[in-house]
């Protein structure tokens, strides 16, 4: 799936196979964007873990990707969006080993350590925003 | 949902990951394996993840599940070939796949379970 060259494209995410597409978007826009291997590997895996949470806690959405540029480095940006119940206590959220559902509780807070820049939007009853981005070195 | 299939090689059986693994693969793959060993006897399974380009916690998680699995039927298991960007990001997400064998390729798992194999009374 080549990206195109201009502007962010989106992908659902209502299933488990959307988690591999989002994957593989991530990917394309990261070799497009020249990332090493390591990075690549990082960023992707980063949103994989974000992709599930969207679907598993926020009971699916949309990713959003994009090749961003700050006038010094290229780098990829992907942005995960649900309309559930928002995360209530984000500091808790973000504990490594804290989970409100099934997982290990390394989703949020492993996806952080992988990327540059995470920022995280959440309210509850409304929803949560998590935006990832890894700049090329 | 596309399913991983399992060899047998012997008192061995290999899975070989050659997909992008969704999670219904991957608990899939658990109760096939399962399955598989209880019918087969097996002592060994290797997993080989030379192919597999990203590992989350979720597909993490389902080695340290099999290899938890394959005990209770006495069986080892060891995971091969993992990439070494795998590895460092791995690392970097905080799991330690504690508790399950790594080698470097097929090769060597296959001769630690040959190994741990020995002296068995089969």
Known sequence: MPPRSEGPEQVPISGDDDVV???QLVRAYAQQTKLSLVDQTKLVTAASELARNTLIYGGGGFARV???????????RASF??????????????????SSGSGLGLGLSGARRLVDQFDLD???GRGTVVTVTKWKR | MERVPILKIGGVLLVSIQIDLQDQSVLALQEDLAEKISS????????????????????????????????????????????????ITLVELGLTL????????????????????????T
């Open chain 2, 40 to 87: 087969t006897g097996a002592h060994g399974v290797v997993i080989d993840i030379s192919a597999v380009e990203i590992v989350d916690s979720f597909i993490g998680r389902m080695f340290a599940t099999i290899a938890s699995i394959s005990r209770l039927f006495d069986a080892d298991t060891v995971v091969v070939g993992m990439r070494p960007a795998v590895a």
């Open chain 2, 98 to 121: 504690g508790g399950v064998r790594t080698a470097l390729d097929l090769e060597r798992g296959m001769k630690i379970l040959g190994q741990l194999g020995r002296g068995r009374t």
């Open chain 1, 122 to 124: 959440t309210e509850v």
């Open chain 1, 21 to 23: 597409r989002v994957r």
């Open chain 1, 66 to 76: 994009e090749e961003v540029n700050d006038g010094r480095r290229a780098g990829v």
């Open chain 1, 81 to 98: 969006h649900d309309e559930g119940p928002g995360i209530p206590d984000l500091t808790l959220a973000l504990a490594d080993g804290w």
